[in-house]
């Protein structure tokens, strides 16, 4: 059984928030994403609809600490406790891919599937009243008028830094299962049971070793400065002219 997901690579994700403005922009214009709209996005309370966050945050003690970006969607759970307390069966999870999706004709808001996600992977939308959350740009991937190679998620699409991947996880020769399988991709908090689809592939520790000569910049102007004959005080200045 086909099962889509992402995988996202800690160690070379810089936190530049591609994935997410690539996110909104295609998920906005698109009729797939259904639109992810904003309400009073420039007042003082602004809200708004985002399928993709990244949280970024510091780990360790001073002077021992690092900075970690974590990129953040629906993790499209293989047991997925969302789809269960949904009342009217708006949210659901398609036998033919994996992908947890929302019908928002059924959906009636009433925030169940957020208070069941573990991850705060769903958010309301204020203006239409219905719960959204990341399609895996299920309108996109299908697409047979694009080139197969641009039938990808938007935010891997966006990606600077090729941190995201996307695939079936349960097929062992593609691209995230062996990456998952040669790095160690783990799942987010595995504990829940959910069975998350979406994995994360850890940050390596690396210590660069860093010497007094490469400190140093070979344009570095001073430089110039030193190889200059020094200026003798006996010479006129500027100052005898004019004054």
Known sequence: MTQLALVIDLNVCVGCSACVTSCKEWNTSSEGGGGMVDKNPYGKDPT????????????????????????????????PPCVPVCPTGASYKRKEDGI?????????????????CPYGA???????????????????????????????????????????????????????????????GYQLMPEWG?????????RRKMKAQVTEESLNRIDNPLKKEEQRAPVSSDLPSLDDFLF
């Open 194 to 202: 959910t069975r998350p689809s979406n994995h994360y592939l850890p």
């Open 100 to 116: 947890v999706l929302v019908d928002y004709d059924k959906c009636i808001g009433c925030k169940y599937c957020s208070w069941a």
């Open 48 to 79: 708004g609809t985002f399928f993709n966050r990244v949280q970024t945050f510091e780990v360790g003690e001073y002077p021992n600490v690092e900075t970690v970006h974590f990129p953040k969607s629906c993790l499209h759970c293989e047991d």
């Open 122 to 184: 769903r958010e309301i939308d204020e203006k239409q009243k219905v719960m959204k959350k990341c399609t895996l740009c299920v309108d996109r991937i299908y697409d047979t008028t694009l080139p197969e190679a641009r039938r990808k998620p938007a935010c891997v699409l966006a990606c600077p830094t090729s941190a995201r991947l996307f695939g079936d996880v349960h097929d062992p020769m593609s691209e995230v299962s062996v990456a998952i399988n040669e790095r160690g």
